[in-house]
């Protein structure tokens, strides 16, 4: 089989049938596909959409994931999905005419690539209330790895999200699927490992918009959460080890070390309550392991749970933290 598409599903039932058309309309006739939908614990109706949607389609298969996350769903997909290419949509979001035939074409005609990526617009409209930019060029743009992962992980503007993808199933061979661990920022993980360790492509095309609505799970947990601690938990739980596993370029090194370490202070100065602050404190000293903390900076990390002062937080992000980082740097170069 050549495509599965991947539409996991929690609570969409207002937006399933809108998915299912936005696939079928990308005209995929002379491919063998199929479509899975992953519930993933919904509350409403979905489950019936997606049943009566499989009665008149033998293209669509079903599936449930009871770990709940997207990233869990995702890989209950990758892990049922019998497509040589697998794409993932997010069940709200809508994709341009004929975009996945186009990256099906650069898949088909360079065998070597292991993702193609293209462009995203983002809405707080649907598709055909949301004039789409003309600065595509179609053009096919290769650069040598792992030159992706370092301009993802050296800002998240750079990031298109997993709609704008399409891979070959040997890729996630190669790097592993979704970290369940992650309940947001999953897929930025992903991405930033797949450009640092596989062959991908840009194609120079909007491939989908990404619909903004405070019904997504991202706008949920930024709502209700500091995005610092959800960007901490994906640097420790995946960037770390990954850096400990592999050998990354310096460029690499630099983000996560600065990442890591002006994060520590964010931390303990956004969390309310000494004691909480506190345990914070001993918290991301324990998520660092086995890279050294030395004592001074231990010290300066417990003066901000005594004093979380805005004025001595910027002293340890802008100057302190990254005087650290700086030695770090110097003595892995050495090394």
Request: hydrophobic share 40%.
């Given at each position: 089989m050549k495509l599965s598409v991947?539409?996991?599903?929690?609570?969409?039932?207002?937006?399933?049938?809108?998915?299912y058309n936005a696939i079928v309309a990308q005209e995929l006739y002379r491919y063998e596909y199929e479509i899975l939908f992953i519930d993933n614990n919904s509350t409403d109706n979905s489950i019936k959409i997606i049943k009566e949607l499989q009665g008149q389609d033998s293209k669509v298969k079903f599936f449930t994931e009871k770990l709940q996350g997207a990233a869990a769903a995702r890989n209950a997909g990758i892990d049922n999905a019998c497509g040589d290419y697998l794409y993932m949509f997010d069940v709200d979001d809508d994709i341009y005419p004929n975009a996945l035939r186009k990256m099906i074409h650069v898949l088909d005609s360079h065998i070597t690539v292991d993702a193609v990526f293209g462009k995203m617009v983002k809405s707080n409209k649907g598709i055909?209330?949301?004039?789409?930019?003309?600065?595509?060029?179609?053009?096919?743009?290769?650069?040598?790895?792992?030159?992706?992962?370092?301009?993802?992980?050296?800002?998240?503007?750079?990031?298109?999200?997993?709609?704008?993808?399409?891979?070959?199933?040997?890729?996630?061979?190669?790097?592993g699927n979704y970290n369940v661990e992650l309940k947001i920022?999953?897929?930025?993980?992903?991405?930033?490992k797949l450009g640092m360790t596989c062959n991908i492509a840009?194609?120079?095309?909007?491939?989908?918009?990404?619909?903004?609505?405070?019904?997504?799970?991202?706008?949920?947990?930024?709502?209700?959460?500091?995005?610092i601690f959800h960007t901490w938990t994906r640097l420790v739980k995946e960037h770390l080890p990954f850096c400990l596993k592999a050998d990354v370029p310096i460029e690499f090194k630099e983000i996560l070390y600065k990442g890591l370490f002006s994060s520590m202070g964010k931390l303990i100065v956004y969390t309310n309550g000494f004691e909480n602050r506190r345990t914070i404190r001993n918290k991301v000293?324990?998520?660092?392991?086995p890279l050294e903390v030395p004592f001074y900076m231990r010290w300066y990390l417990t003066l901000l749970a005594y004093v979380p002062l805005t004025s001595l937080l910027k002293f340890y992000v802008y100057y302190y933290s990254r005087w650290y980082v700086d030695k770090l740097l110097k003595k892995d170069l050495k090394l």
């Amino acid at each position: 089989m050549k495509l599965s598409v991947i539409i996991p599903v929690f609570n969409g039932a207002n937006f399933i049938n809108k998915a299912y058309n936005a696939i079928v309309a990308q005209e995929l006739y002379r491919y063998e596909y199929e479509i899975l939908f992953i519930d993933n614990n919904s509350t409403d109706n979905s489950i019936k959409i997606i049943k009566e949607l499989q009665g008149q389609d033998s293209k669509v298969k079903f599936f449930t994931e009871k770990l709940q996350g997207a990233a869990a769903a995702r890989n209950a997909g990758i892990d049922n999905a019998c497509g040589d290419y697998l794409y993932m949509f997010d069940v709200d979001d809508d994709i341009y005419p004929n975009a996945l035939r186009k990256m099906i074409h650069v898949l088909d005609s360079h065998i070597t690539v292991d993702a193609v990526f293209g462009k995203m617009v983002k809405s707080n409209k649907g598709i055909n209330d949301t004039i789409k930019p003309n600065d595509e060029t179609d053009a096919i743009i290769f650069k040598e790895t792992p030159y992706w992962g370092i301009h993802w992980f050296t800002s998240l503007k750079n990031v298109v999200g997993p709609p704008a993808f399409l891979y070959r199933k040997r890729a996630f061979d190669k790097i592993g699927n979704y970290n369940v661990e992650l309940k947001i920022g999953q897929d930025t993980a992903l991405d930033i490992k797949l450009g640092m360790t596989c062959n991908i492509a840009f194609l120079d095309t909007y491939i989908y918009l990404y619909y903004k609505h405070q019904a997504s799970s991202i706008q949920k947990a930024k709502k209700h959460q500091n995005i610092i601690f959800h960007t901490w938990t994906r640097l420790v739980k995946e960037h770390l080890p990954f850096c400990l596993k592999a050998d990354v370029p310096i460029e690499f090194k630099e983000i996560l070390y600065k990442g890591l370490f002006s994060s520590m202070g964010k931390l303990i100065v956004y969390t309310n309550g000494f004691e909480n602050r506190r345990t914070i404190r001993n918290k991301v000293l324990n998520d660092v392991r086995p890279l050294e903390v030395p004592f001074y900076m231990r010290w300066y990390l417990t003066l901000l749970a005594y004093v979380p002062l805005t004025s001595l937080l910027k002293f340890y992000v802008y100057y302190y933290s990254r005087w650290y980082v700086d030695k770090l740097l110097k003595k892995d170069l050495k090394l």
